[in-house]
């Protein structure tokens, strides 16, 4: 079993940056790691991925070139750093986990973190 806690959202101005982390405990070797998000009133979307081996990121291309997923294996730790942000990008963020390689549906990560808001005003 796998239990995830996001850190580091707020409220930010339009072209902004933030830095989410998501702290994993048990056994996370093998497994991959990644991002999503809900904004009020809609479906959780996909934002980025990290393959359990670390040699591959994946990104909606919405957040393509400005943010950033990345892991520190010492530290059980993924993180995403986000840039340039948007109004668009207002949003509760979710970590997640999966088995094995990533995924972009929500319904193939069975571990998900409570959640962190991220709020970008104009």
């Known amino acids: 079993q796998v239990q995830l806690v996001e850190s580091g959202g707020g409220l930010v101005q339009a072209g902004g940056s933030l830095r989410l982390s998501c702290a994993a405990s048990?056994?996370?070797?093998?497994?991959?790691m990644g991002w999503f998000r809900q904004a009020p009133g809609k479906e959780h979307e996909f934002v980025a991925a990290?393959?359990?081996?670390?040699?591959?990121?994946y990104y909606h291309d919405s957040v393509k070139g400005r943010f950033t997923i990345s892991r520190d294996n010492a530290k059980n730790t993924v993180y995403l750093q986000m840039g340039s942000l948007k109004a668009e990008d207002t949003a509760v963020y979710y970590c997640?986990?999966?088995?094995?390689?990533?995924?972009?549906?929500?319904?193939?990560?069975?571990?998900w973190g409570q959640g962190t808001q991220v709020a970008v005003s104009s």
């Open positions: 990290l393959s359990w081996s670390g040699s591959s990121t």
């Open positions: 997640v986990a999966k088995l094995g390689e990533s995924g972009f549906s929500r319904y193939e990560y069975a571990y």
């Open positions: 048990g056994p996370t070797f093998s497994y991959s």
